[in-house]
């Protein structure tokens, strides 16, 4: 009975931080109620670092292994309201990480292809999505940087987990008439967001608000 009681509290604990969690992103501007359902399923604390699962369900960047950063869940919800993903649509992320936003596209998004240039990453990032049972979303060990984003045939939506200098024509290329492309721009005073949409032979880009993004780095990582 003792056992029993003590998984009870767990299992309480545990509803009651995603309730805490969900209740700061309320806080924090994030009203879309398909982006909050798909933050609740996708168990942050599964793909946060050891030493660090106590600040999984908080608003804050995690440290990765390989030198590399988990964004502040705010910061996802923001480019995840910006890219408007719906079951609808076929998505391309580059810069896997951990795998917490290809969990949380999965949630979204009929189909998910992540690419990650870090095998290290990308093997822990894989292996997450496959204990969570997330079929509809896939992770490769690639540099989505490289100029082939083609040959995973063409994307409604992309979105790069991280911060370059332009939007990349490539990637731009792969995108459906009517797609979109969300990431961010290096600007003197800091990363900001960028929306690039294709319309026919046209790629209108917009600027947003600042987001706390690491640089993108390009290249498949040889040691890694």
Partial sequence: MAALAGVEERGLAAREETAAFLLALRSRGVRDTAILRAMELAPREMFAPRGFADLARADVSLPLPCGQTMTSPVQLAVMLGELAVTRAHRV???????????????????????????????????????????????????DGLAGDAGRWGRFDRIILNGALEHAPPALVAALNDGGRMVGAILTPPGPRLVCVERRGDAFPERLGGPLRLPPLQPGLAQAL
């Fill in 92 to 142: 391309l992320e580059v810069g896997s990480g951990s795998g917490y936003l290809t969990a949380v596209l999965a949630h979204l998004a009929g189909e998910v292809v992540s690419l990650e240039r870090l095998r290290t990453l990308g093997i822990a990032a894989a292996s997450r999505i496959a204990r969570l049972g997330l079929d509809n979303a896939r992770v490769e060990i690639a």
